[in-house]
């Protein structure tokens, strides 16, 4: 029993030591972490330097970006593509109706009504959907009934 005992004393005095040492700034250890830092900087700017001048030499410096221009203007008469009246179950071709009524005009506004091509859906909301195109730029608008479309290729 006296031997454990000696041998558990000595082995708390070995591990408290080893606690103190591990617990950081008061201990023998606190320039550890710092000298680390020190050393992953210096390293990190090290291969930064060398990398930015291995890419000054080699050319591969990206080219600064340019903003892209501003879109293409609407230009050219109304073409009417499609035209379709009426709900997403029921509905009429209006695609000559709104041709007749817009093609080769800068402008044009379409009202929306049961005159277009009946009524294809009674007691539902109808709308006009209109797909037109201005010199060389596609274009929709849509109105519901009793309202207007407005269709616009102007500069």
């Known amino acids: 029993m006296q031997r454990s005992l ?3 004393a000595a082995a708390l005095a070995a591990s408290g030591a080893m606690v103190a040492a591990a617990e950081g700034p008061s201990g023998p250890g606190t320039e550890e972490p710092d000298r680390y830092r ?3 900087r210096a390293g990190y700017d090290d291969g930064f330097q060398r990398g930015y001048e291995k890419g000054l030499r080699e050319g591969s410096v990206p080219a600064p ?3 892209p221009g501003p879109p293409p203007r609407a230009t050219g008469p109304i073409t009417i593509s499609r035209a ?5 179950s029921k509905g009429c071709d209006a695609t000559r109706w709104a041709a007749r009524m817009a093609n080769g005009r800068a402008t044009a506004t379409l009202d929306v009504s049961n005159g277009i091509c009946g009524d294809p859906a009674p007691g539902d909301r109808k709308s006009l959907d209109v797909t037109y195109v201005c010199g060389s730029i596609a274009k929709s608008a849509t109105a519901f009934e009793h309202r207007s479309v407005y269709l616009d290729c102007t500069p």
């Open 6 to 8: 000696k041998r558990l």
């Open 38 to 40: 020190e050393g992953y």
């Open 65 to 67: 970006v340019v903003a």
């Open 84 to 88: 379709v009246y009426g709900t997403s």
